[in-house]
């Protein structure tokens, strides 16, 4: 059963950039395609983007100019870095393994494993 | 993208009886092609990360008890809890996967009466 856990600060100042990692454990990276997904408190969920091993990515329109999603194999990692961020940044922060499907020309996913989470606020 | 509308907001049931939560789809998630509905179904308790509970629409996950049933195909889905337990509050999400960005709904709680 694979294992996922996010870490990294979970303080940030507005306008500075969010840097978290995911480190896999359990199972190989490779293979697989990776989201980060997130949370503000007691709001829904939002997916922010995915990696494949390969490097291959993706993001949410909605936040495409401000995400990048990077990859380690050989640390068995992923990271995702969020920059310009705001209090509408505010939230737990996922990661999480997707299903792939190729849809209409890119990957759709449902998402049967998850980290824990980690809170990330940004505040001064 | 596909705007996902879940109702109710919450909803509160006596132990053993029935709970019942609607998703709507903006445009329909039903893909021709493979003759499939690309919606599932997260159950996430206080505290913890969404735990996939139906994919497909209506395909329990393995371990999934069978009381969770879902249904509903196109735009309109739902997912029924027949009897409700304890142990089944939390926040109910529905999520599509039919094109990108997937998207989910807001969430429905629920609680016992």
């Known amino acids: 059963q694979v294992q996922l856990q996010e870490s990294g600060p979970g303080l940030v100042k507005p306008s500075e950039t969010l840097s978290l990692s995911c480190s896999v454990s359990?199972?190989?990276?490779?293979?697989?395609?990776w989201s980060w997904i997130r949370q503000p408190p007691g709001k829904g969920l939002e997916w922010i983007g995915y990696?494949?091993?390969?490097?291959?990515?993706n993001y949410n329109p909605s936040l495409k100019s401000r995400v990048t999603i990077s990859v380690d194999t050989s640390k068995n990692q992923f990271s995702l870095r969020l920059s310009s961020v705001t209090s509408a940044d505010t939230a737990v922060y996922y990661c999480?393994?997707?299903?792939?499907?190729?849809?209409?020309?890119?990957?759709?996913?449902?998402?049967?494993?998850w980290g824990q989470g980690t809170l990330v606020t940004v505040s001064s | 993208d596909i705007v996902m509308t879940q109702s109710p907001d919450s909803l509160a049931v006596s132990l053993g009886e029935r709970a019942t939560i609607h998703c709507k789809s903006s445009?329909?998630?039903?893909?021709?092609?493979?003759?499939?509905?690309?919606l599932a179904w997260y159950q996430q308790k206080p505290g913890q990360p969404p735990k996939l509970l139906i994919s497909?629409?209506?395909t329990r996950e393995s371990g999934v008890p069978a009381r969770f049933i879902g249904s509903g195909s196109g735009t309109a889905f739902t997912l029924t809890i027949s009897s409700l337990q304890a142990e089944d509050v939390a926040v109910y999400y529905c999520?599509?996967?039919?094109?990108?960005?997937?998207?989910f709904g807001q969430g429905t709680k629920v609680e016992i009466k």
């Open positions: 999480a393994r997707g299903e792939p499907f190729l849809m209409f020309g890119d990957y759709t996913f449902w998402f049967d494993s």
């Open positions: 359990g199972g190989s990276i490779s293979g697989h395609y």
């Open positions: 990696i494949y091993y390969s490097g291959r990515t």
């Open positions: 445009q329909s998630v039903f893909y021709t092609s493979s003759n499939n509905d690309y």
């Open positions: 497909w629409a209506s």
């Open positions: 999520q599509q996967y039919y094109t990108t960005p997937q998207t």
